[in-house]
């Protein structure tokens, strides 16, 4: 496979799914929690999981490690772990439980490692 034939590929992808199928979580899941009043702590931390791996977020939403482009497998399992030891560990948390469990789940998803579409 050629280099050119590579990146188009990478392209359809995001993590192990089509990138259709994380653009269409993402519009699905904004769309039923339109409005900061309808959006929760879980939801937001989908959304944001959902646009990270899409390459739409400037740092990592748990680690904060910056990248360019879409992140590949290794970097979207290192969130998805990262997500998991805070998510373990509430002594050193910050940010809302719900919010790191939305992009954990969203991220998981996307991985592969779960078939349960948040």
Do not use: N
Request: proline share 6%.
């Amino acid at each position: 496979m050629s280099t050119q034939q590579k990146g188009r590929h990478k392209d359809r992808t995001v993590g192990t799914r089509l990138r259709a199928e994380v653009e269409e979580a993402h519009s699905a899941l904004d769309a039923a929690a339109a409005g900061p009043d309808r959006q929760t702590q879980l939801s937001r931390g989908v959304l944001t999981g959902y646009l990270w791996a899409l390459g739409r977020g400037e740092d990592a939403p748990i680690t904060g490690a910056r990248i360019e482009g879409p992140p590949d497998i290794p970097q979207l399992t290192a969130e998805v772990d990262a997500a998991t030891v805070q998510l373990e560990d509430t002594t050193q948390r910050t940010v809302p439980r719900d919010f790191i469990r939305g992009v954990h789940d969203a991220l998981a998803w996307v991985c592969g490692h779960s078939d349960d579409r948040p």
